[in-house]
């Protein structure tokens, strides 16, 4: 059973970054989508920030240009840094995994970023 475990919310101001981490107890290397996705109070979850097939990356509108995704394989861990926050980015944020294109998705515990004055 694939594990992953996420690190690196907490609460900011308007405009300022934090660096989520997520730690996968597998081999990412060949991992078909690895990435995160967040989920605001009342709100479905939604994605946020993807890599497809270890290159390919895709953003939400909503943070592209703000956000970078990337990974480092030898750790098998992804990081999302995250600038320019805005109190509509506070949501519990899930790191997500799907390892084929068969497989069931794998969630991490989720972790809060709060962005507020």
């Known amino acids: 059973q694939v594990q992953l475990v996420e690190s690196g919310g907490g609460s900011v101001q308007p405009g300022g970054s934090l660096r989520l981490s997520c730690a996968a107890s597998?081999?990412?290397?060949?991992?078909?989508?690895m990435g995160w996705y967040r989920q605001a109070p009342g709100k479905q979850r939604e994605m946020v920030a993807v890599i497809i097939s270890g290159y390919s990356t895709k953003y939400s509108d909503d943070v592209e240009g703000r956000f970078t995704i990337s990974r480092d394989s030898a750790k098998n861990t992804v990081f999302l840094p995250m600038n320019d926050l805005k109190p509509e980015d506070t949501a519990v944020y899930y790191c997500?995994?799907?390892?084929?294109?068969?497989?069931?998705?794998?969630w991490g515990q989720g972790t809060q970023v709060t962005v507020s004055s």
């Open positions: 997500h995994q799907k390892s084929s294109r068969g497989a069931s998705p794998v």
């Open positions: 597998n081999n990412i290397f060949r991992t078909y989508i």
